[in-house]
């Protein structure tokens, strides 16, 4: 079964840090880029930060840039986000996500979702 | 970025009748890079249509796609119990947006 385990959400001080993980099982991992995608309470889906599947390449919303990170480690078939100098805007579900189509960038749909960890960012 | 606007923002009907959910963009999606979703409350999203008209696998037929260029619409012919949910349309035309959703609810 193709699965997606989200962890390390938690509640986090205001300019705090916070890495998220997820573990992915049942496909080949690397074939695939991957991306987070969150969701803040009672509000719509907001893409953050997509990683192809060799790592090379990222992208990042304009929203995230220069305080998120996003890396892969194929051989532990895991996703991660870093993510430094939290604001209380940051505060939602963080969704991991797979691409539909293997050997795209990013720009790709989503067939697979985690079921998503929440980060509270409040002092 | 491209924005996508998605109407109504709710949806009112009752089961076995037909939901049509529009979703517009700011500028032309290339290639039809639209999907859409299907969220349930405490749930993830749920792939329904990528390619603007392709069904994701698993997804019942009730369900369909269409649209190009900026507007583009999913249709659910007639719903059922567990169909009413918040349904987000997506572009990966040009990096990645959302729409802001719309629910439909029983009427």
């Known amino acids: 079964e193709v699965q997606l385990l989200e962890s390390g959400g938690g509640l986090v001080q205001p300019g705090g840090s916070l890495r998220l993980s997820c573990a992915a099982s049942g496909f080949t991992f690397s074939s695939y880029a991957m991306s987070w995608v969150r969701q803040a309470p009672g509000k719509g889906l907001e893409w953050v930060s997509a990683i192809s599947g060799s790592g090379g390449s990222t992208y990042y919303a304009d929203s995230v840039k220069g305080r998120f990170t996003i890396s892969r480690d194929n051989s532990k078939n895991t996703l991660y986000l870093q993510m430094n100098s939290l604001r209380a805007e940051d505060t939602a579900v963080y969704y991991c996500?797979?691409?539909?189509?293997?050997?795209?960038?990013?720009?790709?749909?989503?067939?697979?979702w985690g079921q998503g960890t929440m980060v509270t960012v409040s002092s | 970025e491209i924005v996508l606007t998605q109407s109504p923002g709710t949806l009112s009907l009752s089961p076995g009748e037909r939901a049509t959910l529009s979703c517009r963009a700011s500028?032309?999606?290339?290639?039809?890079?639209l999907a859409w979703y299907q969220q349930k409350s405490g749930q993830a999203p749920r792939l329904l249509i990528y390619g603007a008209s392709s069904r994701a696998a698993g997804i019942p037929d009730r369900f369909s796609g269409s649209g190009s260029g900026t507007d583009f619409t999913l249709t659910i012919s007639r719903l059922e119990p567990e169909d009413f949910a918040v349904y987000y349309c997506?572009?990966?035309?040009?990096?990645?947006?959302f729409g802001g959703g719309t629910k439909v609810e029983i009427k």
């Open positions: 996500a797979k691409t539909l189509f293997m050997g795209t960038v990013g720009e790709d749909a989503f067939d697979i």
């Open positions: 997506q572009q990966y035309g040009s990096s990645l947006t």
């Open positions: 500028q032309s999606i290339s290639s039809s890079n």
